[in-house]
């Protein structure tokens, strides 16, 4: 996922879209969470991705790229 194609604000839109879309669907399946990474590992790696690419973005916004490492 590249944080250049997307503003912050998409992202984090997304991201809570993604979390609340999880989160009813395990208020309506509550006594039967088995198979839950099965279930909700995709929608949770995108969620992680996501979360990468707003701090990429920050970092590169507001941390100043500095010449190498000494």
Do not use: C, W
């Not at 198979?35 to 790696?45: A, I, P, T, W």
């Amino acid at each position: 996922m590249s944080s250049s194609n997307h503003s912050v604000p998409r992202l984090v839109q997304k991201s809570m879209s993604k979390l609340l879309l999880i989160s009813k669907s395990l208020e309506n399946d509550s006594m039967n969470i088995e198979g839950f990474e099965d279930h909700y590992g995709f929608e949770l790696q995108e969620i992680i991705e996501i979360q990468q690419a707003i701090l990429r973005t920050h970092l590169d916004t507001v941390v100043p790229v500095k010449g190498g490492l000494d």
